[in-house]
């Protein structure tokens, strides 16, 4: 018999641990940190063990990974997309030396090209004679899902190769973002009130993954390409074809083919795709360590991406072909990483701050601590629900984690090492900016300020109407709208726009050229159309999508009049959004915010398309067979409107080929030609 408080407990885990799944692979938003995340599933596996009798299919023990979005198609890799076997120290480095060694069973020199391990998510990208087809992330290694339409917005992926390329070249690689771009995507996500990314991998999958390509375009993801799938076919003169880390056996034509990965870097660098950079040659495998302790320190702070380890790769082909793999991994690479660093420092104090929406967030103070090359001194601690899972106190040593990402976790605490002086976290009854009753909605962990005047509120709301997809006011940062709201000077967004070079002047170390500039900043801002200006606004639940729906549908007056029922008659505005916009603009703070912003001459007019939606521009389409959602008629109509062409013919110069049913000879042309060819699914998500 399992005692009924174990039962318990395991199926709470159990309920965790899958809601976890859910969110991580599902929505792309996983809600703790990886370690905390193992320690769950390590807790349950143990309770398993010693309570065999609980043992259940559905526990999450007996699944390997989650489930793969419905919202992809799945496709199969022509050839396994396999992984690397990881060593974590130096000693490991040199038993798998040992090993290709023992298996090659000759002396030969091995010289070695290592490359930072990105931690991206892995992608292959087909290119047919030169022309980008598909693009499908990795899976289970068989089947991965087919993000075509995504990858194709993301300006840094070449849509063309440059000449030297093989007829077929299913090129693999990392897709990530630069620490920048990452740190520029949470900071308007803070802005807008909604939940940051827990790192830049999580975020890239996140910006990859998206129904809508228009936002994957935005988020300026970058592609590393590192190994191959398949190089197929003569291009130049005749040759003997490499066997990359995974290649493709079957298929040994070419011409001109690289013999070596430091060769292959850079014939795919010569075809315009981006390579991992900085790469090492080494000769020895002494030389490969000194790589590796070197990285950690001196080359990772510096990357600006994020990287795991390093990946020391067997530079010549021909020793990889006698390598050849094992079922998971090729024997010619090595993933060395470096274990995730845990350092304990101490809970100085636990402050609170206030979001946009008048969210309550508890944030560590810690003593400051090194931490895989940067000092930290604070760190979220999300809510008091993540609180109470760590036992936290103040005063308590606590591990902090922060494993080649760029925030750092509190994962735990060292309870050993309580004296008796440590003391409870206590639940702020009043909002720590104004002072004012806190509330906690039904339902949500969160506790939230009410008080629309609350200054760290309408500081947060300010640096989101001025924020890049907002109003755009260069110049009007954290520490300007500090000085403006503190002052008095400004109590809504309205304010901003009656600022004077004096007013601003007033505020300490605000100089002549910067006030200047900034009022001009302002002055500009009050032509961005509508649909930034609602965004900016910061209604809950309107994102940039739902105001540029918006903007297309009402004018500002007219929408600040709207009923829920006008609202939701409208495509895509369901009726969260509906009754949210309707009950923002009743608000008495903005009742008499919508008439100053009007005379402060903002285009409140109606747009006839949402901002910049020409995302088609200069590219051509020719359609073949017969489309099931759409009449021929109304698939033309639609990418004209989005600034393509419509035309009959099939050349080189066309962009894409979209065959429905029954396509005719264009598709062969197509074909013939290297030009893109979308089914119907793919052309609806491009030309939505
Ligand atoms: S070579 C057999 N080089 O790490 C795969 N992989 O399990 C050969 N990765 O999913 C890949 N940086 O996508 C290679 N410089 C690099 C890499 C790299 C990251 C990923 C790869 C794979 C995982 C290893």
Not at 324 to 329: K, V
Not at 442 to 455: I, K, M, S
Not at 486 to 499: E, N, Q, T, W
Request: a positive charge; one cysteine or more; proline letters at 6%.
């Amino acid at each position: 018999m399992i005692p009924r408080k174990i039962r318990e407990e395991i199926e709470k885990l159990r309920r965790e641990i899958l809601r976890l799944d859910k969110l991580y692979y599902e929505e792309d938003k996983p809600a703790v940190p990886d370690s905390a995340y193992d320690g769950l599933l390590a807790k349950l596996k143990a309770l398993e063990e010693k309570y065999p009798e609980s043992r259940a299919p559905e526990s999450p023990t007996q699944r390997v990974g989650g489930r793969p979005s419905a919202a992809f198609k799945p496709v199969r890799h022509a050839v396994a997309m396999l992984s690397l076997d990881n060593a974590f120290s130096e000693a490991e480095l040199r038993e798998w030396e040992e090993r290709l060694r023992r298996f090659l069973r000759r002396e030969v020199p091995i010289h070695y090209l290592i490359e930072p391990k990105i931690d991206g998510l892995s992608c292959a990208l087909t290119f047919e004679k030169g022309v980008l087809v598909a693009a499908a992330t990795r899976g289970d290694g068989e089947t991965g899902e087919d993000v075509t339409a995504n990858v194709l917005a993301i300006k840094s992926v070449p849509k063309r190769l440059k000449a030297g390329f093989p007829e077929v070249l299913e090129v693999r690689g990392e897709i990530f973002l630069r620490v920048e771009d990452f740190e520029r995507i949470n900071a308007e996500a803070a802005a807008a009130g909604d939940e940051p990314f827990v790192n830049a991998r999580n975020c890239a999958a996140g910006s990859l993954r998206q129904k809508d390509p228009a936002v994957t375009a935005r988020r300026r993801l970058r592609f590393f390409a590192h190994s191959y799938g398949i190089w197929r076919g003569a291009v130049q003169a005749e040759g003997r074809a490499p066997s990359g880390p995974s290649g493709d056996v079957s298929a040994r034509r070419g011409a001109g083919v690289p013999e070596t990965q430091r060769d292959f870097l850079r014939r795919l660098e010569s075809m315009g795709l981006a390579v991992p950079e900085p790469v090492w040659g080494a000769s020895t495998i002494e030389e490969a360590a000194a790589v590796y302790r070197d990285f950690k320190t001196r080359i990772l702070p510096k990357l600006g991406y994020a990287a795991d380890g390093i990946v020391v790769k067997v530079d010549s082909f021909k020793l990889r072909a006698e390598l050849g793999e094992t079922a998971q991994s090729p024997r010619c690479a090595l993933a060395v990483k470096y274990p995730a660093e845990a350092v304990k420092t101490k809970l100085l104090d636990v402050e609170f701050s206030v979001g946009r929406s008048g969210v309550v967030t508890p944030v560590a103070k810690l003593k400051p601590v090194f931490c895989s090359g940067v000092t930290v001194s604070s760190a979220t601690l999300h809510n008091f629900d993540e609180i109470r899972r760590l036992g936290l106190k103040i005063g308590d040593t606590v591990w902090l984690e922060r494993a080649g990402e760029v925030i750092p976790h509190v994962v735990g605490t060292a309870k050993e090492e309580r004296t008796g002086s440590e003391r409870p976290i206590v639940e702020p009854k009043s909002c720590p900016s104004c002072g004012g009753p806190l509330s906690r909605e039904e339902g949500f962990v969160a506790l939230r300020c009410d008080n629309p005047a609350c200054p760290a509120q309408l500081k947060r709301r300010l640096l989101h109407f001025a924020s890049r997809p907002g109003m755009d006011i260069r110049g009007l940062g954290e520490a300007v709208v500090d000085g403006l709201v503190d002052s008095g000077r400004v109590k809504d967004a309205a304010d901003i726009y009656g600022l004077s070079i004096g007013d601003l002047l007033e505020i300490p170390l605000f100089k002549d050229k910067k006030a200047r500039n900034l009022v001009g900043e302002i002055a500009e801002s009050k032509s961005r159309p509508l649909a930034r200006l609602l965004f900016a606004l910061g209604i809950p639940h309107v994102g940039e999508k739902a105001a540029g729906i918006l903007a297309e549908h009402l004018s500002l007056e007219e929408l600040a009049r709207a009923k829920p029922e006008d609202l939701a008659s409208i495509p895509e505005i369901g009726d969260v959004m509906s009754r949210a916009a309707v009950d923002y603009f009743r608000a008495p703070g903005v009742l008499s915010l919508v008439p100053r912003l009007k005379a402060a001459g903002l285009d409140f007019k109606r747009m006839r398309r949402p901002a910049g939606a020409k995302p088609l521009a200069g590219k051509t389409f020719v359609f073949t067979g017969g489309l099931r959602s759409l009449s021929r008629e109304e698939a033309e109509s639609r990418v004209k409107t989005l600034g393509a062409k419509a035309v009959a013919s099939v050349s080189r110069k066309t962009s894409y080929v979209v065959a429905g049913e029954d396509p005719g000879s264009k598709l062969d042309r197509a074909k013939a030609l290297g030009v893109p060819v979308l089914g119907e699914k793919e052309f609806l998500e491009l030309a939505k």
